[in-house]
């Protein structure tokens, strides 16, 4: 049982302003993947590790690829058959030109109650907040039931490859249920959006653009498959239609090259074009259904545009090969997750904010995709997402995080926690 002396004894372990340097440190790391510009996630993960090994918990550093470490932080609390997992990641994205920043997008600059910076809200408050929150439990010498891992994993903003090893090495098996801390705005997200993402090739004959007959233009093709992903979407909206806090599902054309590779030439008809798609999907729509109608599309417009070159060339009366090719390739597979609110871990957390906020909570889904997918799609891992930061400020200029909230939060992954192994 979970008495108000135990919780005032967590609270007061505490400090805002260790959570402030914290944050402030890691965020004047350049932590950016850029094999070129000579940046990792390498200087953060070193210093997280240095941190955490000074707080008393045990460290494992496995290395993901060259410069891409992940940080195993575990503190085993007391005996018992749960373990809950926070997770934030090291790894931000791309500040941009600095020029379109008021503030050194590596600064940490406190200006009022906020600091701004690359990471300050994207994620890296949050991890700091995840580490104060396992620090302040371990201080106050409560009796805790099972295990506490803080994985602090690298390339969560690209193809996530920290969470698979993470998974690969084992150490989700004992995993129970994991908080993953993401800005969400205080909200808690029982929901994500899948993420499905898809290379369209198509294949023509290049020519010298004042004589197309002599090649076999692929812009019809790719006309052909635009108004088809939007027809695709269309039928999505009338059904599995709108999930109540994840929104629509959307199959949304990002890329179109045409050139494919190389340089662009306006008296040149290229070869090859490319569209990348980006599909985003809600809990109701089958991701293997999905990527059958992504082939038979392909499959479709393929003939459609070859039928129609046919049709066209005897009315000119010439005769060419009208052999256009449309393939596609999935590159990205990562499903919808959905955790019951009836589940331990987001019932922890409903109390948690009640308890610190004084309101019930609001609950969200995440419009992207995060590290619980894995955990969830490969582990069938009990996730929350929540978090401290505007869900909109993320990968902005002037990236920014309110410290008041920032507490707020640590506070809430602190006694998420301690319901969580005090059940």
């Known amino acids: 049982m979970t008495t108000d002396e135990t919780i005032n004894k967590v609270l007061n372990a505490i400090d805002p302003e260790e959570l402030i340097d914290l944050t ?7 932590s950016v993947w850029d094999p070129a510009a000579g940046t990792s996630e390498q200087p953060a993960a070193d210093y997280v590790a240095a941190w955490a090994k000074r707080q008393g918990f045990d460290i494992q550093r496995d290395e993901v690829a060259p410069g891409r470490p992940n940080v195993i932080v575990t503190w085993t609390a007391g005996s018992g058959d749960r373990t809950l997992m926070f997770e934030g990641h090291t790894d931000v994205v791309t500040p941009g030109d600095p020029a379109g920043w008021h503030y050194d997008p590596f600064g940490a600059r406190i200006v009022g109650r906020r600091m701004y910076g690359r990471g300050t809200n994207d994620t890296k408050g949050n991890l700091a907040a995840m580490l104060i929150a396992m620090t302040a439990l371990k201080r106050s010498g409560i009796a805790l039931y099972g295990t506490i ?110 050139p494919a590779t190389g340089a662009p030439q306006l008296n040149v008809m ?28 392909a499959t479709d417009v393929e003939e459609k545009t070859r039928q129609d070159y046919e049709q066209y060339d005897r009315l000119l009366g010439i005769e060419r090969n009208c052999g256009l090719k449309v ?62 930061g ?34």
Request: proline fraction near 6%; glycine fraction near 8%; include cysteine.
């Open 149 to 258: 891992i803080g994985g602090v994993l690298c390339d969560e903003e690209d193809q996530m490859l920290g969470v698979q090893d993470f998974i690969r090495r084992g150490h989700a098996d004992a995993v129970t249920a994991a908080v993953i801390c993401e800005p969400q705005d205080g909200l808690i997200c029982t929901s994500q959006k899948g993420a499905l993402r898809a290379r369209f090739t198509i294949t023509g004959r290049m020519s010298h653009g004042a004589m197309p007959l002599s090649g076999l233009n692929t812009a019809p093709a790719l006309a052909a498959l635009i108004n088809a992903l939007h027809a695709l979407e269309a039928q999505t909206v009338k059904n599995p239609g709108r999930d109540e806090h994840l929104g629509w599902p959307s199959f949304t054309p990002t890329v179109i090259q045409a």
């Open 327 to 388: 393939e596609v390739e999935i590159l990205t597979d990562r499903p919808c997750t959905l955790t019951d609110r009836n589940d331990p871990v987001v019932q922890a957390a409903h109390r948690a904010t009640v308890e610190i906020t004084g309101k019930q909570p609001t609950y969200a889904g995440v419009p992207g995709a995060t590290d619980g997918t894995f955990l969830w799609a490969l582990k069938n891992i009990p996730i929350v997402t929540m978090g401290a």
């Open 270 to 297: 290229p070869r090859e074009a490319m569209v990348l798609v980006d599909i985003r999907t809600i809990p109701g729509q089958s991701h293997p259904d999905i990527i059958k109608r992504l082939k038979r599309l």
């Open 24 to 30: 402030s440190n890691l965020v004047k790391i350049n």
């Open 390 to 423: 505007d869900r909109q400020v993320p990968h902005q200029a002037d990236e920014w995080v309110d410290l008041d909230q920032l507490t707020e939060t640590a506070k809430i992954y602190a006694l998420t926690a301690l319901y969580y192994l005090n059940a």
